[in-house]
């Protein structure tokens, strides 16, 4: 997913979208009218990319609602800087899922859970609520 970022930073480059949406989105329709690859290249990458993050970032914890809301995140008729932002946050995001799925490998290899120090026990539980 980092990777593809680039690739898809790079099409946006392509584009050669200015700062108004309306804009971008008439000239983009004029393009893709009159056989330019840009836009389509743009919206390939962009869609594969809205998936990869659904799949690396989101899964389990996202709805379908907002997984589809999700690719409006990346329309063609952005800015450059709506595009830019959301890929930057895109990646902080999966940095940070990098980060803590490594760290949870890192306690598995040392025989350690990897809950919170202050988890809450089985015992205390069971104290407090009853059972076996």
């Known amino acids: 997913m980092l990777q593809h970022a680039t690739l898809l930073q790079q099409a946006l480059t392509a584009l050669n979208n200015g700062d108004q949406r309306t804009l971008n989105g008439l000239r983009n329709a004029f393009k893709t009218e009159f056989g330019s690859s840009d836009v389509t290249n743009f ?74 120090a202050n988890s809450v026990s089985v015992d205390s539980l069971v104290k407090k609520y009853g059972g076996r």
């Open 43 to 116: 919206n390939a990458i962009a869609n594969a990319y809205n998936h990869e993050v659904t799949s690396v970032i989101a899964k389990g914890h996202m709805t379908d609602k907002e997984v589809a809301a999700g690719d409006a995140t990346l329309p063609s008729k952005a800015s450059p800087q709506q595009i830019l932002g959301a890929l930057n946050a895109y990646r902080a995001l999966a940095t940070s899922k990098m980060n803590m799925l490594q760290q949870q490998v890192q306690q598995g290899m040392k025989g350690k859970p990897n809950f919170p």
